[in-house]
């Protein structure tokens, strides 16, 4: 009985790490998008008629929820190539999302016995 509550909480918690990891390669790849259409925008060949400051950041923000748009879409597929470098990795998943992993364990801290002081 206890195994399978610990079963089903282990369950609960991947689905769970899968569920922000793909988020965060979502937001991932819509942060790339806003930086590539920026740049796009900067590389203009003559000057704006009728460009001003409040023209800017109306196309800011317009490049912003385009970016957010074509990231929802799924259309450049960044963020299906991260989570498939992710599920080959579970490490980096665990690394990326922040969380543990039962798998990974640590180093004993280093006792004064242990470290060893190098001739100058």
Same mark, same amino acid.
């Given at each position: 009985m &206890?195994?399978?509550?610990? /079963?089903? /909480?282990?369950?609960? +918690? $991947? @689905?769970a790490q899968k569920d922000g990891l793909a988020k965060a390669a979502k937001q991932f790849e819509a942060v790339f998008? *806003?930086?590539? &259409?920026?740049?796009? *925008?900067?590389? @203009? $060949? !003559? =000057?704006d008629v009728f460009g001003s400051s409040a023209s800017e950041q109306f196309r800011d923000m317009q =490049?912003? *929820?385009?970016a957010d748009?074509? +990231? =929802?879409?799924g259309g450049f597929g960044i963020a299906q190539m991260l989570l498939k470098?992710?599920?080959t990795n579970p490490a980096a998943a665990a690394a990326a999302t922040g969380t543990a @992993? /039962? !798998? %990974? %364990? /640590? +180093?004993? !801290?280093? @006792?004064p016995a242990t470290i060893t002081e190098r001739p100058a």
């Open positions: &206890i195994g399978s509550v610990s /079963t089903a /909480t282990n369950g609960v +918690a $991947l @689905t998008l *806003r930086q590539m &259409i920026g740049s796009m *925008r900067q590389a @203009t $060949l !003559a =000057d =490049d912003g *929820r385009l748009n074509m +990231a =929802d879409s470098q992710f599920e @992993t /039962t !798998a %990974t %364990t /640590t +180093a004993p !801290a280093p @006792t």
